[in-house]
């Protein structure tokens, strides 16, 4: 059974930092690129950041540029998403998602193979 699950998630003052982990097991996570996306209240899903199988290249969106870092770890079949300088509008349910395609390839949500069911992050002072 696929399973992606995620964890880290909580409330933080703007400023602060959370790392959230994604852990994955029922499929062979080394071939797949994995994505963190975030969802707002009322809003679409959007991605974050991605990261490829084999080379490990990194992708992030403009808005955590410099304040986020995805990392992963194959051996223990985990993604992890280290995020500073938390702002307000970085609120959201965060979601990882694993993409056969092996490489980032965007971020179209619908393009992605397996989800987790997210975890919630909040930045409120």
């Known amino acids: 059974q696929v399973q992606l699950v995620e964890s880290g998630g909580d409330l933080v003052q703007p400023g602060g930092s959370l790392r959230l982990s994604c852990v994955t097991s029922g499929f062979n996570m080394n071939n797949y690129a994995i994505a963190w996306f975030r969802q707002f209240p009322g809003k679409e899903r959007e991605g974050v950041s991605c990261?490829?199988?084999?080379?490990?290249?990194?992708n992030y969106v403009d808005s955590v540029k410099g304040r986020f870092t995805i990392s992963r770890d194959n051996a223990k079949s985990t993604v992890d998403l280290q995020m500073n300088s938390l702002r307000l509008e970085d609120t959201g349910i965060y979601y990882c998602?694993?993409?056969?395609?092996?490489?980032?390839?965007?971020?179209?949500?619908?393009?992605?193979?397996?989800w987790g069911r997210g975890t919630q992050v909040a930045v409120s002072s």
């Open positions: 990261i490829s199988s084999g080379d490990e290249t990194v």
């Open positions: 998602a694993a993409d056969s395609r092996y490489y980032c390839a965007g971020y179209d949500w619908e393009k992605y193979d397996y």
